[in-house]
Structure formats: C-alpha cells, structure tokens
C-alpha cells in the first residue's frame, strides 16, 4: 500500500522559500505515475501547484510557474516542493499527491502539512 | 484555465436522503472529471473518477455521472459518515482545476 508523508518548515518568513520533501513509501516512485502538489488556504478549497514524472518532467500552473520548482530523488524515493518569493498568501495546507494514469485522478494522498508565511 | 462551478454551495440534508452535487465546467472536459469527499482536518479522498467510475473500496451509495459540461454526484442514501465537503476536479487540462466545494451539513 503506497504511502506519502509531506515535511518540511511549518514556518516561513515573508519573501523566503518554502520547501517541502514528500517521501513515499510502499512503493517505487518510479513506478510511471506523475507527482503532484495541492495547496489549501486556511477555510478555503484546493489548488494544484503542479506536478513532475517518474522521469523528471514538470507542469506547474501557469500563475505559479515563476516561483515553483518540483523536484524528484530516485535514490531516496521521494519528490520536493520549492515555491520562492512567499507571501502571506502562500499559506495553506500542502498536500501531496499520487496522479494515476489509469483513474486519471488523485488517487493516494499525504497527511498534509500547514505552512504559515510570518515575520 | 477551466473554471468548475458546483451546486449547491452549502447543502442540508438528513440521513437517509438522497443528494445530488452538480459540478459545471466552463469547456468540454470529455469525462475527465473526478470528486472527492474531505472532512476537516484531513485530506481528500477520491470517489469517483472518468466521471462515473467508482474508486475501490468507495460504498456504492456513490455515483457520478455526465459528460462534456454537466457533471453530478450522487448518495443515494445518506450515511452519518458522509456529512463532508465534496470537491469536483477537472483533469482534461492544466491547471487541473478543482471547484469552490459544497458543504454538506447534517439537517
């Protein structure tokens, strides 16, 4: 059973980076899913930030793409988040996620981890 | 990118009534479109996918439907468990855009 888990900083300061690993486990990520990441503001609904392959291809939403990088580590079975230049805005709860294919949905989540941007 | 309005924002219902979420896209999205039900706290499931496709382990009293525009998610028969909020998500193009989500509260 394929497990993600998010971590990273729950606090970030006004203009810094924000940077988020996602480790999965129970399975390889290498197994021809895409990686994703969804964001969610305090009360509000879900945002996707973007998402990279098996293979290290990327797509970010295109209102984000100038500040976000997704990575991936093979070796350590896991994919990263890196949004620059935060603001307060920039909170919210970030979620990981499993994009399958096959569903053609987001099939496997993590936990989630709250990131507050604050001096 | 496509924009997802759903219907109901806010829905109060009892147990055992049948409810109906409607999900609009602002393009065709062909039936590339999935629902989650999330409770506080936690993150999304997914239930349903290909617009009508049931994710395992999903109870039956789930179902979706529709194509194209027009999309709907359906209990048929509300359990204590599913008082939640549901969220529609289009995956027919980036930004892969999820609606506003409709709170479902117990009557």
């Not at chain 1, 996707?48 to 291809?57: K, L, P, Q, Y």
């Amino acid at each position: 059973q394929v497990q993600l888990q998010e971590s990273g900083p729950g606090l970030v300061k006004p203009s810094g980076t924000l940077s988020l690993t996602c480790a999965v486990s129970g399975g390889s990520i290498s197994s021809g899913n895409w990686w994703t990441w969804v964001r969610q503001p305090p009360g509000k609904g879900l945002e996707w930030i973007g998402e990279i392959s098996h293979s290290g291809s990327t797509n970010y939403k295109s209102s984000l793409k100038s500040r976000v990088t997704i990575s991936i580590d093979k070796s350590k079975n896991q994919f990263s988040l890196e949004l620059s230049s935060v603001t307060a805005a920039d909170t919210a709860v970030y979620y990981c996620a499993r994009f399958t294919g096959g569903n053609n949905a987001f099939d496997i989540w993590g936990q989630g981890t709250m990131v507050t941007v604050s001096s | 990118d496509i924009q997802l309005t759903q219907s109901p924002s806010f829905l109060s219902a009892s147990v055992g009534d049948r409810v109906t979420i409607s999900c609009r896209a602002s393009l065709g999205i062909d039936s590339y479109l999935a629902w989650y039900q999330q409770k506080p706290g936690k993150a999304p499931k997914l239930l349903i996918y290909a617009a009508s496709t049931l994710q395992s382990g999903v109870p039956s009293r789930f179902s979706g439907s529709g194509s194209g525009t027009e999309f709907t998610l359906t209990i048929s028969s509300l359990q204590p468990e599913d008082f939640a909020t549901y969220y529609c998500q289009q995956l027919n193009s980036y930004s892969y855009t999820f609606g506003q989500g409709t709170k479902l509260e117990i009557k």
